[in-house]
């Protein structure tokens, strides 16, 4: 009987623990399902938000350049005159002339808002660029405002008021005219990836972050790698066991949790305000993000190089190699799989933050390409955050595809240190 009865306590005992056991599966099943359903938003809104943005809005028009006011006696272009000629009014001009019922002056500035600010700009680039020929009517198609572009892709409701709508009646009457007679279509926007900055939403690019931001990640590994490495060999081989070393470590752990934004007062305090260095230049934005960085490289170094078996290392004393030798030509070779593999984390995170960088002025607007470490710059995550702050819906547009295209970069960067780690990994 007392046999009996401790068999059924062991059953009952097996079943309640199988009973927690499904509930845990299934609570961890429902967590990640939670996880992954936001994510799927997130990447559906973004996605939804942001890929009209890769196709902008031009109208054609016809347009004669006066080469009496751009070209010299040898019939060659003068740049001087080419940059003092009144191209906007040029094209502004040639666009009315699909509009000849337009008289009155209040009238011809609705119509004028109707094309890109920049379009004589962009027009004059074509001529200087001799894309163009000069003297002869063509047609030129040239970007719209970025009003009539949220039009064309559906983003502004013609049904509203017109007092809260950004495009009258009559403008969106005149639109309906233009691409009835095949005088306006989507085109693809390179400029999204060939250009820099812009007060215009149309005429804005991400290509000046992009470049700020692979400036300041090169000056980010160059200091972070070689300190994080070289602090790891110390600390696992040559630094003797104390408080002193104790101390190291545990703030070098809580250095990597340590809010980015701290990072950046402190580059704040250090690098403009004790050493005057200028601001909003990738060289310091590389120098705080390596500071962030370096306790995350240093972690994943040390983690290596406690994982490569303690008989190499002391193989290669045995045969008379210094400490310093074994460490370098013995130990690191086999931790680089495990060293690489923390060094792109690491610099995936930096590529994605934005606070440290608005902390030292890389907040700017820039309307230049940088060509160098010390050219006035911004980066991709602050590029972000300004157009999103913008009230224009292109700006939001177009602050949605860069998100995608940050993503990619992200992720590529994820997936290569998990490919790198299983090819080059050694199994012990």
Known sequence: MNSQNYENAIRT????????????????????????????????????????????????????????????????????????????????EAFRTSFPEVNKQTDKRNLNSLVSENAGYQLRLKVENGSLKIGNKIDVWIKTSDD???????HMDRNVAEKNRRLSDQQIEWVDKLKKEGKLDLFFNSTFFTKADSREPESAGILGAAVGSTFALFITLILALPLAVMSAIYLEYFAKPGKITDFIEVNINNLAAVPSIVFGLLGLAVFLGF?????????????????????TIIIATRASIRAVPTSIRDAALGLGASKMQAATDHVLPLAAPGILTGTIIGMAQALGESAPLLMIGMVAFIVDVPNSITSPATA?????????????????????????????????MNITAVFLRRKYETKW
């Not at 009539?148 to 559906?154: A, E, F, I, N, Q």
């Not at 934005?285 to 390596?290: E, I, R």
């Open 13 to 92: 005992s097996l079943k309640k623990r199988y009973a927690k056991e499904t509930r845990l599966k299934f609570y961890g099943i429902i967590s990640i399902s939670f996880a992954l359903s936001f994510l799927a938003i997130f990447l559906y809104t973004i996605f939804i938000n942001g890929y009209t943005a890769l196709q902008q809005t031009q109208t054609l028009v016809s347009i004669q350049i006066p080469s009496d006011k751009i070209m010299n006696e040898n019939g060659k272009l003068d740049i001087k005159k080419s940059r003092n000629f009144n191209w906007g009014g040029l094209v502004k």
């Open 275 to 295: 050493f005057g260095m200028p601001r909003s230049v990738p060289l310091v934005g590389g120098m705080v993000l390596a500071l962030m960085t370096l306790p």
């Open 148 to 154: 009539v572009d949220m039009l064309m892709k559906g």
């Open 380 to 412: 991709l995550p602050v590029q972000i955050f300004m157009w999103s702050d913008s009230a224009e819906r292109a700006f939001s547009e177009r602050a949605s595809l860069a998100i995608m295209v940050l993503l990619i970069f992200l992720i590529s």
